[in-house]
Each structure stands twice: as C-alpha cells, then as structure tokens.
C-alpha cells in the first residue's frame, strides 16, 4: 500500500491517520519518518502534518485548514472569518483561532 497517495487525500492529518493505514503504531512513525526526510510530507508543529505537492514545493493545506487543525474544536475567528468569506478588504497575515480548549500561539510559514 501507497502510505502517501491515502495521506494526499488529507491536506492535514496526524499520526493516527498514519497509524490508521498501517495498523502499527511503529510502522506509522517509520513510514511518516521516510516520507518526511524524502521532502512529501511537513510537520506543522506537534501532530500536525501535510502532504507536500510536488508540483509547487508547497504544502497542500491552506493556513486556514492548518488553523482549524490545532484541536478538535478549534475554528478561524475574528478578521480570519471575514478573510476566509471574502468580506476583508486587508490581508493580514495572522490568523486568530478560538477553541475550546487551551493552545499555544506558533508560527508556520509555507515558505
């Protein structure tokens, strides 16, 4: 099985997708391992990872879709909701999360 191709079809996942395809946890770690040394997929921060296009070099989530991935209940809010509806007329380049839950503040850049 192709670990890579399945994962492609998620612009965002954890190790649990991983370990979902694999049926082990070890298996899951070592393959995301490879994947990730051969340049196909980024770590985000702690858990959160994305496939990389080979195309542009890229990864394939947006920033929104990385925002909406910090916890389960996380969602974009404030100037990022009028940004993501089309309704902001200045782009800005932070994106403000609200959760339920507790997170910490990082900074990713696709470059």
Request: net charge positive.
């Amino acid at each position: 099985m192709n670990v890579y191709n399945e994962l492609a079809k998620f612009p965002v996942f954890s190790i649990d997708e991983v370990h979902k395809l694999t049926g082990n946890v070890k298996t899951a770690y070592s393959r995301l391992g490879r994947l990730m040394k051969k340049d196909l997929v980024r770590k985000i921060r702690r858990n959160i990872y994305s496939p990389v296009n080979p195309v542009t070099g890229q990864v394939v989530a947006s920033r929104y879709q990385i925002a909406c991935a910090i916890t389960d209940t996380a969602y974009i809010s404030h100037h990022s909701a009028f940004d993501y509806y089309g309704f902001a007329n200045q782009v800005f380049y932070e994106m403000y999360v609200s959760s339920e839950t507790k997170f910490n503040n990082f900074e990713y850049d696709h470059g």
